[in-house]
Structure formats: structure tokens, C-alpha cells
């Protein structure tokens, strides 16, 4: 059984004890008096797109934390607690990711609301657990395809149990997009596995890839830590410029949730010794792109990434991913 740490152990805590009345309120409550689109709320777009796949039609689903924003640093809004007390159901990544809305996650939970952790259903031995974390888990697991499938699990779970009477279509809309994620999951093994065997080496503004580098086979290296709050100092970056030098690494990468002064810095210092090293792409880390499209959902995210860390490391991936249907060619092609 997965060890829970921080907000999770409240939370789970938090939810039992609401689960009791609400479940005794909405028993005596007639099938024709429901709403039949449910309103839930997420915190980041990741958890919004698999809940949005999994619920369908059955509910309308918006997120609070959005592109370009660093979910780490957020700190809830009056409007984003208003939001989270109208939602009928809200869910989270957990593992500290929305460390500081801890305190409104539990609050909100604690009103009655059902607040569920996509990552629940993980087992510690999926997690990575770095010693800087002292004792928690690295929270990007979406970073990993395969594993993020067990957040749509735990989403379709959640929703039966929130709706069963819908249950049979939550069921099977998990069982299709997961099938989605195994092929997105293969394809960026397969592009990411093209790149020399030298050349693969990421290096982003932040440990967000960790998840990434284990599932698909490349050496990550971040600037700063895995939450965005820790600095990274000049012996930090002369580190990294060494290691780029050193083993003539083409490309390194921005976050677009993430200030690119520090990426650009290793592009200086490499060019101060001599080497050349060039602004691969811009990732998305700890956010998606723009709502509406391809890159604004969780698959155009992870398709994005890999098709732009694979060309740009000398790999071979199609210029506009996958599916044919990334925005913009990679930079540098």
C-alpha cells in the first residue's frame, strides 16, 4: 500500500469523513432532481484533460492553474475557491505538486466536497523519490505515459463512485484513452531511442523529467530542483556547463513555465569555453499549451516534447509529431 505524505494523508482523511454525510444526503436525493452534467474542477490542465476524457459528455470540467503557469509557486485566488466550492466533484495531482493550495484542498474537502488525488492509485515502487525531497515524491508522473494511465484509472474510479449510474461509460471511455496513451507511450520510445546514444542528455531548467528519463531512456539533468522554489547557484550552472562541453551536448532546453535565464546562462558559459550549444525548443513541464489546442491537451504535451527533445538531439521523429498534428516545427528545423 502506497505511503502517503503531507496534504495526502489529510486529505484522505478529510474526504472519508465528508464522504459519510454526503453519501447519506445524496441517497435520498430523487434521479430526477440531478443535474446530468456534473461540474468538476482541476487544479492542472494534466488532471482536467484526463478527467475531461474520462467523464465525456457527463460533466463539464475546467482547471484553475493554467498554460504558462508554474503550479508550485500558485497560490489560490477568491475566484479559484469560489470555483472549488462549486464544483460537485475536484481533482488534484497530489504529491505535494499544488503544495500551496494545500491548506484550500483541505478546507474544501472538509466542507462536504469530494476531492480526489489522481495519483492515489500508484504504488511507491512507480514513484521516484529523490534525497532532495526528504522523504517525498517526485510529483511530475505525467511525465511518464504509462504511469498517467493509472491517473485515468484512478479518475474512472473516482467518477463511478461520485456517479455510478454512469459508471459503464466512465469505464469505457478510460479503457479508449488509455489505449491512446500506450500509443503515445510507444512512440516517444521510439523517437527518443533514434537519438545517439552519446547525445542523450536533457537538460531543462528544473528536475520536472525525471519520470520522462526513466520511461523513455535519456539522462536528465535540471538546473534547479524538482520544485521550482529552490535556486540554483552559480556552482550549479558551471556544473552543467562543464558536462555540456565536455560530452559536446547540441541542445539544451526552456520550460515554458519556468524563467529561461538559467538555460540561457549554460548557452553563455558553453560559448565562453568554446563549445556551441544551442536553445533546442521550449517544453512543457509543469503546464500545457494554449486551451484549444493540440498541445493544450495531455497527448499533444507529451507528443510535443518527445518529437522536439528527439530532433533536436539528433534524433528522428516526424517534424510535426505523431499524430501530424503539432503546431510548429521544432526549432532550429
Known amino acids: 500500500m502506497m505511503r502517503r505524505t503531507g496534504i495526502g494523508a489529510v486529505m484522505m482523511a478529510a474526504v472519508g469523513a465528508a464522504w459519510v454525510g454526503a453519501s447519506c444526503s445524496r441517497a435520498s436525493t430523487p434521479a430526477a432532481a440531478r443535474v446530468e452534467r456534473h461540474k468538476i474542477t482541476a ?54 505538486l499544488e503544495g500551496k493550495m494545500a491548506d484550500t484542498l483541505v478546507k474544501v474537502a472538509t466542507s462536504g466536497k469530494k476531492v480526489y488525488a489522481v495519483t492515489e492509485l500508484l504504488d511507491e515502487k512507480e514513484l521516484l523519490e529523490p534525497e532532495s525531497l526528504a522523504g517525498h515524491f517526485d510529483p511530475h508522473v505525467w511525465m511518464d505515459a504509462s504511469a498517467w494511465s493509472k491517473a485515468v484509472e484512478a479518475v474512472a474510479r473516482a467518477l463511478s463512485e461520485f456517479d455510478p449510474g454512469s459508471a459503464a461509460t466512465y469505464r469505457a471511455n478510460a479503457e479508449r484513452y488509455r489505449k491512446e496513451l500506450e500509443a503515445l507511450h510507444a512512440y516517444a520510445r521510439k523517437v527518443i531511442a533514434s537519438i545517439p546514444r552519446e547525445q542523450r542528455v536533457l537538460i531543462t531548467a528544473h528536475d520536472a523529467f525525471n519520470y520522462f528519463g526513466r520511461a523513455y531512456d535519456i539522462e536528465v539533468l535540471g538546473i534547479q530542483g524538482l520544485s521550482t522554489e529552490s535556486e ?23 520550460e515554458t513555465s519556468v524563467a529561461d535565464k538559467n538555460v540561457r546562462a549554460l548557452v ?19 503546464a500545457m499549451g494554449k486551451p484549444g489546442t493540440y498541445e493544450g491537451t495531455y497527448i499533444g504535451m507529451i507528443d510535443h516534447n518527445a518529437t522536439i527533445i528527439a530532433r533536436a538531439l539528433g534524433g528522428e521523429a516526424p517534424q510535426r509529431g505523431m499524430n501530424g498534428k503539432l503546431a510548429e516545427a521544432p526549432a532550429g528545423e
Request: glycine share 12%; net charge negative.
Open 43 to 96: 487544479t492542472v490542465g494534466m488532471v482536467a484533460d484526463i478527467v475531461r476524457e474520462v467523464a465525456g459528455d457527463r460533466a463539464e470540467v475546467a482547471n484553475i492553474i493554467g498554460e504558462g503557469v508554474d503550479p508550485h509557486l500558485y497560490k489560490p485566488t477568491r475566484s479559484d475557491v469560489a470555483a472549488l466550492m462549486s464544483a460537485d466533484a475536484i481533482f488534484y495531482n497530489g504529491l505535494m
Open 268 to 286: 553563455e558559459g558553453a560559448k565562453a569555453r568554446g563549445h556551441e550549444v544551442r536553445i533546442g525548443g521550449s517544453l512543457f513541464s509543469d
Open 232 to 254: 540554483a547557484g552559480l556552482a550549479d550552472i558551471n556544473r552543467l556547463v562543464d558536462l555540456i562541453v565536455a560530452r559536446k551536448i547540441g541542445a539544451v532546453f526552456v
